[in-house]
């Protein structure tokens, strides 16, 4: 079975452009994690959806950050402008969480996106 | 918001010896969940557990909850090379939330 895709897996560019991140979750997920890993900061949690739903978005920076999560098997993380400070490691993730606590399973992480802004 | 301390931050063991990272909250966690996350990788789940007091083994790897259910701890005996990586323990709530640990990297000198 694929696994979680992200795409880029390097993205490199000037502060000021835009950039967007792409995730596509594991078929029958419904919950999508979007996380950004950095060595000062750890592993974060930007926002998280469920059934395409935005639940929580208050690890989002600032507005220069948004996501989107149009159907169940697409994702965006857009960063519009770019700053170098948002250099770090961004991670998606999918599981699903069912109608009962217990029945909530582990979260599956793609390969994440290796972003550099100069 | 609920935050999860993990200690210690780094651990270099030699092969062989074991190693423990520990998992504190100060309130009361929903349930944990330890992960790996191997250099240059993405972090892979290894285990979940929810019941207070519960221990579940994995090879060499145990996890125990604790009674109160605000720690956890991972114990890995007699490390390997393969054992080297940040090893996470998450938090996951009622809503759905997740909150990671920093994590303790552990390094092994063969």
């Known amino acids: 079975d694929a696994g979680v895709i992200q795409s880029p897996r390097h993205e490199v560019t000037e502060m000021g452009q835009e950039v967007t991140l792409r995730c596509k979750p594991i078929?029958?997920?419904?919950?999508l994690f979007w996380y950004r890993q950095t060595m000062m900061r750890g592993l974060e949690l930007l926002i998280y959806f469920n059934n395409n739903v935005p639940i929580d978005d208050s690890g989002m920076p600032e507005d220069r950050f948004s996501a989107k999560m149009p159907n169940a098997s697409f994702s965006t993380l857009k960063i519009q402008p770019s700053e170098p400070r948002d250099s770090a490691v961004y991670f998606c993730?999918?599981?699903?969480?069912?109608?009962?606590?217990?029945?909530?399973?582990?979260?599956?992480f793609g390969d994440g996106t290796r972003l550099s802004i100069l | 918001g609920q935050q999860v301390m993990q200690i210690p931050q780094y651990q270099h063991v030699q092969e062989g010896e074991d190693f423990t990272t520990y998992c504190n909250s100060s309130?009361?966690?929903?349930?944990i969940q330890w992960y790996k996350q191997r250099p240059g990788g993405h972090p892979v789940f290894l285990i979940q557990?929810?019941?207070?007091?519960e221990v579940k083994k994995q090879k060499r790897l145990t996890f125990q909850f604790g009674e109160a259910k605000k720690n956890s701890s991972l114990h890995i005996t007699a490390t390997q090379t393969t054992d080297v990586g940040t090893y996470f323990c998450?938090?996951?709530?009622?809503?759905?939330?997740?909150?990671f640990g920093d994590g303790t990297t552990l390094t092994v000198k063969p």
């Open positions: 078929s029958g997920h419904n919950s």
């Open positions: 993730a999918s599981s699903f969480r069912g109608q009962t606590f217990y029945s909530n399973q582990p979260q599956h």
């Open positions: 998450a938090d996951l709530t009622n809503a759905g939330k997740s909150t």
């Open positions: 309130t009361t966690l929903s349930n």
């Open positions: 557990l929810v019941k207070s007091g």
